[in-house]
C-alpha cells in the first residue's frame, strides 16, 4: 500500500539539489515535476472474515523555486484515488462500509542551509481525505514537519526531526528520518516516499545497475485515514483507517535525466483495518492477511 508511489521524496530531491553543481541546464531557478502512478495489491483475508483488495492511482505536480543552492521553496499538489473491494462475511466486510476514497495533499516544502554542513528542512500540509458522499469540511488533516540535516560529506546526508497533524479525529506525531547516504557511486541508502499524514519516508537501498538501470529493495510503514459517507448506517460522518506495513523491490529505467519509469512488486503485511465512529471511537478493528502488491509509476522533471 503506497500513498505514493514515485520520485525520491521532496526532503532528499532539496538536499540533492542543494549539494550538486550549477549547470546550464540548471540555469534557471524554477523546477517543474510531474508523475502518474497505479496499482493494485490482492485480497488480503480479513480475521473475523471476508476479504479486502485496493487497487490505486494518482497524478502528482510540483513546482520548486532555488535561486541559490542555499536555500529554496516549492509547491506540490497530489491527488489520489483508492479503490476497496470488500468481499464474504465478517464484522467489517460484510457492511462494505467504503469503496473509493479520494485524497488530496497540498504541500509546501522550504530547504535553507545554514552552512556546508547544516540544513533545515521544513513543510506544511494539507490534506482532503473521504469517500464520496463524505462531508469534505469535516475530511480535512493539517500539520507540518521539519528536521535537521547533517552533512558529514558531499552525498552522505543524515536527518531528524518530526511531524504533527490534527484532524479526523486524531492528533498524530510522525517520527522523521531524513537519508541519502551514498556508500559509493554504486550503491546508496535514500527515502523511498515522501513524509506526511500517512507516517514516514521509510528507507530505500539502490543500487546502480548502469545504462541508466538501477534496483533497490525498501520497506515503509502507511496509516490512510479518511472520512466516511455521512448517511452511512454502520457508522455516520464515521472514520474509516487502513494501516500496514510495506516492503517492496523496486527497478527503474532512466530515459534521460529528468524522465523515470518505475516499476514494484511487493507485500502488504501485519495490516489492521478500522471502523470508526463520527467522535474517533472504534467500533470494529481486523487484522489484515499478507497481500501481494504491483505498482508502476513514470516521473518527470524539467
Known sequence: MFTKTTSLS?????????AAPATAQDASPWRFSADAYYGGQGDSDLDKGGQVGLTFGGIGLGLNYAPGRDWSVGLRLNATRY??????????????PWSDVNTTTLGLPVFYAFDQNWSLYAQAIVQNSGTK??????????????AIN????????????????TGLED????????????????WRLANPLPAGPAGGAGLELVRNLGTGWEASIGGAYRTLRFRLDENLAAAPNGIGQYSAALAFARVRYNFSRDVSL??????DFGGEIKLIDANGNDLRTDNLSTAPLLAISLTGRF
Open 10 to 18: 521532496l526532503v532528499a530531491t532539496a538536499l540533492l539539489a542543494a
Open 83 to 96: 479503490s476497496y473491494d470488500f468481499s464474504g462475511t465478517g464484522p467489517i466486510a460484510s457492511l462494505e
Open 133 to 146: 458522499d463524505a462531508d469534505r469540511g469535516e475530511s480535512g488533516v493539517y500539520g507540518g514537519l521539519a
Open 150 to 165: 547533517y552533512a558529514f560529506a558531499p552525498n552522505r546526508r543524515i536527518g531528524l526531526g518530526a511531524g504533527y497533524f
Open 171 to 186: 492528533d498524530r506525531v510522525v517520527p522523521l528520518v531524513l537519508v541519502d547516504w551514498h556508500f559509493d557511486e554504486n
Open 262 to 267: 518505475d516499476f514494484y512488486a511487493g507485500a
